[in-house]
């Protein structure tokens, strides 16, 4: 552990080293950000596969494209951010046009949350009170990073003093190349999902569980990112890319394959398992070079990947979508792997 900078206030920030093996992984207090993702190519040599910055200063400018971040309380979008509890609606600020994304424009991503450092790795802690953008209850949201050999994971843990809803996820970019090499549309994804949540114009679920097959959002076999990211197809313009909730195949609550990344040039792999019932792929439409990464890249549409673990977006006003709802008495546990591979 290291004192990595300091907040605006003075707060010192932590960062910590993980290393077991080949892969080494970086994470900070602030925002309980992953920092960084070292592994190995076919041929042994390591790379950066995560995007990241070389200094605190970065992580603290806003607005950002939340690299690494964890995002909460709500991940993703929820529509007007409104939503409605017990008979009381609830009114979070709006931060992505007529949406909320992210738990808001002050989400958990922006805070220095409490670390100890745990076997294998280190637990970060935030108490969100009551109110916290909107959202009713005191939370106490619990991330713990471990890295046993080439697995990374993440375990999520949470309570409550009063009804509330709550998405948490981590929004790691990902780019197998490394994060200072071309952009990720010739590497492969497999995303084991018979069917997505469409969305409409302002990338809000319909409602709708749609099937995946003969459309561009097609990965139960593994497909090239920029194959078809281009297609005549609603829902891509809408996104500008792949920016969508895949519904995974498995047992929800149960470890279950979600998606397998791969480059055909390194050799490297990334496979993501999850007791989350959702994932987001994100292709990084939205990158437009405001941001410079810790090689002096700037980094552009396309740079990275998100594989965001989840419940879906928009949860609270779809009923008929797995509950996000989190009662005093409950504790939300879900868990998430990154396994980094290669192929000869």
Known sequence: MAIWGHTADGTAVPIYTLSDGEIEVRVTAFGAHLVSVKAPDRAGKMADVALGYDKLDTYLIKPNPYIGAIVGRYGNRIAHGKFTLDGKTYQIPL?????????????FDQYVWQSREVPGGVEFTLVSPDGDMGFPGTLTAIVRYTLQGKTLRIDYTATTDKPTVLNLTNHAYFNLHGDDQGDILDQKIEINADRYTPVDATLIPTGELAPVAATPMDFRKPETIGARINDANEQLKRAGGYDFNWVLNGERGTMHQAAIVSDPVSGRTLTVETTEPGIQFYSGNFLDGSF?????????KHKGLCLETQHYPDSPNHPKFPSTELKPGQTMHSTTTFTFGVTK
């Open 95 to 107: 931060n992505d046009g007529q949406n909320a994304l992210h738990g808001g424009p002050k989400g």
């Open 292 to 300: 410079t990464g810790r090689h002096g890249v700037k980094y552009t």
